[in-house]
């Protein structure tokens, strides 16, 4: 029984791969080893189209576009591109070509033993019924069909128990929600969430509910938080330990908080003026942006900065603080902000 090796079933793959492709899609090539740009740019979005996962550009030049691979992909990389092509997973895709190859073989030694029947058909009857009788085994091939059947039927039950297994890990969701590590409260403020993933894109969620929700297939993952109040950081989670809704803790930015207070407090403009004055830096960079189309983007000195913030207005309870930078000695350097509009 003739088995194609684990190189040549991701060849097989790779073709497979470019058919489906070019049912919906077209490419500079009909080799998918010379694809590159926008040929590789369609390819990951019809990937993640049909599999909801793609690879990154860096992937496809290791695996698709590498002439004499000697190393197959991981195995749940594997699973997604067969899934792209019509089947659950490398196991069937390995399954159906082995059995493609060896059902050749079988098909040829049908045929030769065919005209044994037909020559032993021919000859004359005899009056001894024993030699006929001998004859009777000749018919005995049948017998190989249950070999292949429960061989079959094997490989089957092994595939099923191999689908349910990675369905079940990629229909897995996590949720993480975040709060004021001081204050001990939710955070409602705008969150930016980076998740990296080993040969895929990294995945970018936003949320201003203070929690959110995702899949992930990793054992373990690298989350980069951002949030305009509070201090960026890295957490590396291992999910084996997930036991349900987990928390993290952010640290605020002191003197971003400390900006929006002055910028919108109730306090005497002499107070104010001077508490500006104390945390920003002589030389920072002050942007205002504007929402309307005849400007975009206006930039203030330190002294307009804090006259614009000393203003007895109304309209700074809308200031919104967009991006802020400090120094070594503790000194704001860059502002970023804009003051929404009442009107609708």
Known sequence: MEKISEIELFELLKKEITSCFFERNSASSTDISDWK???????????????????????????????????????????????????????????????KINAQPLNGNSETEKPTHEIIAEKPESTDSKPREDLKPKTKKSKKSPVPAIIISIIGLAFLGTAVYFAFIYQRTYEFCFID??????????????????????????????????????????????????????????????????????????????????????????????????????????YQVYDNEFFGVEVLSKKQYINLMSLPTTSLKNFTLIEAEKNKNGKIIKIKFKINSDED
């Not at 004499?68 to 749940?76: A, N, Q, T, V």
């Not at 403009?269 to 500006?276: F, P």
């Open 181 to 286: 590590a001081d204050r001990n409260t939710p955070i409602t403020e705008p969150i930016e969430i980076t998740v990296a993933r080993q040969d895929f894109t990294p995945l970018e969620l936003m949320t201003d509910k203070g929690c959110v929700t995702f899949p992930s297939k990793e054992d373990t993952l690298l989350m980069t938080i951002k949030s305009t109040y509070y201090k960026q950081d890295t957490f590396k989670i291992d999910l084996r330990l997930y036991q349900g809704r987990e928390t993290i803790r952010l640290q605020p930015d002191d003197y971003k908080v400390m900006l929006r207070h002055y910028s919108k407090s109730s306090q005497s403009v002499k107070e104010r003026i001077k508490m500006l004055d104390q945390m920003i830096d002589d030389h920072a960079l002050i």
């Open 37 to 99: 740009g926008q040929d590789i740019v369609s390819f990951q979005e019809d990937l993640f189209e049909k599999t909801k996962s793609s690879v990154s550009e860096k992937w496809f030049y290791t695996y698709f576009k590498n002439t004499e691979l000697k190393k197959l992909p991981r195995i749940d990389m594997l699973n997604i591109l067969a899934q792209y092509v019509g089947y659950s997973g490398w196991s069937e895709f390995s399954s159906v070509q082995n059995n």
